[in-house]
């Protein structure tokens, strides 16, 4: 069975740094996109972060909004995926989903297109306080 489980949320103060993660099983990291995406009540859900692979080189992708503050990773030996949060702002505080898209590399126009991701976790909840 596929499936991806994130873990790492919870409430920090602004300013403050979370480390999300997101374990994988029934799939290889090595042949997925994975992505990071984050909604809050009554908005979008929108894409935070992303790693792929082409040609053994890894491309990570970020909104602006995150630029220099949150840094993706993955560890393909333990089928995980994580997002380091530094600097946190309140205005970060959101439900964080990570996914699996269905090819390994779906280009740098497609990171943020939801449908291109076919495994979604549950989602952990991050609040950051002002």
């Known amino acids: 069975q596929v499936q991806v489980v994130e873990s790492g949320g919870g409430l920090v103060q602004a300013g403050g740094s979370l480390r999300l993660s997101c374990k994988t099983s029934?799939?290889?990291?090595?042949?997925?996109?994975m992505g990071w995406f984050r909604q809050t009540p009554g908005k979008e859900r929108e894409g935070v972060s992303a790693i792929l692979e082409r040609d053994g080189k890894i491309y990570t992708y970020y909104a602006d909004s995150v630029k220099g503050r949150f840094t993706i990773s993955r560890d393909s030996a333990q089928s995980t995926v994580s997002l380091q949060m530094n600097s946190l702002k309140p205005e970060d505080s959101a439900m964080y989903y990570c996914?699996?898209?269905?090819?390994?590399?779906?280009?740098?126009?497609?990171?943020?297109?939801?449908?291109?991701?076919?495994?979604w976790g549950q989602g952990t909840q991050v609040t950051v306080s002002s």
């Open positions: 996914a699996a898209a269905d090819a390994r590399y779906i280009g740098n126009n497609n990171w943020r297109h939801l449908v291109r991701y076919t495994v």
């Open positions: 029934g799939l290889s990291l090595d042949d997925h996109s």
